[in-house]
């Protein structure tokens, strides 16, 4: 096994630039996570690493050697697609030492390779059956037992679990996660399900229009979202956003107001804001809480009843839609009035140019 490190890594189709110069340092034995929205380039900079992609311009080096020329199967790294792509006419077991059996190797050394990998997958019981017979998540095991037998330095996910229902994709995270750990295995994983992301990284890499907009751990990444992006993008349900002024600031605290407020908030303080600034208030649905007199108040526009917590959509006074996760099985009715309040601690406060400040 091995570590990664991408310098100032360019794609380019024609005149237009996909990857703006990525710079990233990925540790031998990590779990990392490349999220973003569609078409930010998350599976292009995954295909470049495989060489499956040219490189417009930079640098990647998988352990000591760079990659940038070397052939994709000689790269030391394993693919596993979004599609299973498995042979229909092929046994569970042919399927899996195929990639071995066109490399030559020996059939006593594929047998046991075969054998090894489906103990680790749990599909012991799976090797004489063909495709047909398998359920979505068996087919992705078999798809994964093939990256395995190569015992490749790096592997390498394109959205994996996006074709199984939810209840699989659960499951199959789970399965990733314990594979991780009993290999010891460098891994990068490219995903739009920032809840696959949260789970299962050591590392996440968020990346924007080809930018790379903040690394970090899934925890960092939530509590301390480096822009407005980030805090965005990050949480589910996601982030309330909401402009705001300074009325007040001192070493002592700040004080924000917004038309969607029935009161000014009072928060902690932060250097570098003056009173006439404009900010934008990052509230999560998690902090906030059902209190009389809240400095949010509206009317409910939805309720998603979750049993253990209940999501409440409400509009504010000025219109502002803001999502509240309160605890518990609350008696909540469309369209009635609702007041809201948060632990002024718990809001995140973000600059003029999206910054977190």
């Known amino acids: 096994m091995a570590g990664l490190t991408l310098r100032s890594v360019h794609k380019t189709y024609g005149d237009v630039p996909v990857i703006k110069g990525v710079d990233l340092d ?18 292009t900079l995954l295909r470049m690493i495989a060489g499956l992609e040219d490189i417009t311009d930079g640098q990647i080096s998988i352990g000591d050697r760079v990659v940038n020329d070397v052939e994709p199967r ?35 050394v594929r047998d046991q390779k075969i054998r090894e990998a489906a103990k680790v997958l749990q599909m012991e ?23 395995i ?14 074709n199984l229902d939810a209840a699989l994709r659960g499951d199959m995270r789970m399965e990733l996660a314990r594979l991780h750990h009993d290999l010891d295995a460098t891994m990068i994983y490219v995903t739009h399900d920032q809840v696959e992301a949260m ?52 070493a002592t605290g700040l004080v924000a107001s917004s038309p969607a407020l029935t009161a000014p908030l009072a928060l902690p303080a932060r250097p570098g804001l003056a009173v006439g600034d404009q900010i ?19 009317q409910v526009q939805l309720i998603e009843r979750l049993g253990n917590e209940t999501i409440v959509r409400v509009a504010l006074r000025d ?16 369209g009635a009035d609702i007041a809201l309040g948060l632990r002024p601690e718990a809001a995140h406060v973000f600059g003029a140019t999206g910054a977190r400040l």
Do not use: W
């Open 125 to 147: 019981h799976l090797l004489d059956r063909r495709p047909a017979q398998l359920s979505g998540g068996q087919r992705q095991r078999v798809a994964i037992g093939r990256a």
């Open 199 to 250: 789970t299962l990284a050591d590392k996440i890499v968020v990346l924007d229009g080809g930018v790379i907009q903040q690394v970090g751990s899934p925890l960092e990444l939530y509590n301390n979202p480096a822009n407005l992006f980030v805090a965005g993008f990050i949480g589910a349900p996601k982030m309330n956003l909401l402009s705001a002024r300074v009325e007040g600031s001192d």
């Open 280 to 298: 934008t208030l990052g509230i999560r649905p998690h902090d906030m809480v059902a209190e009389d007199n809240g400095a949010f108040q509206g």
């Open 319 to 334: 219109g502002t839609e803001m999502t509240a996760a309160l605890p518990g099985q609350g008696s909540f009715a469309l």
């Open 149 to 162: 037998v190569r015992q490749p330095d790096v592997f390498l996910f394109d959205e994996p679990l996006s």
């Open 74 to 108: 000689d790269r030391g790294v394993a693919m596993v697609f979004q599609s299973y792509a498995l042979y229909p006419h092929m046994s569970v077991y042919d399927n899996v030492g195929f990639g071995l059996k066109l490399a030559g190797t020996p059939k006593a």
């Open 26 to 43: 990925i540790a031998h034995g990590e779990f990392v996570v490349f999220v973003g929205p569609s078409g930010c380039g998350k599976s």
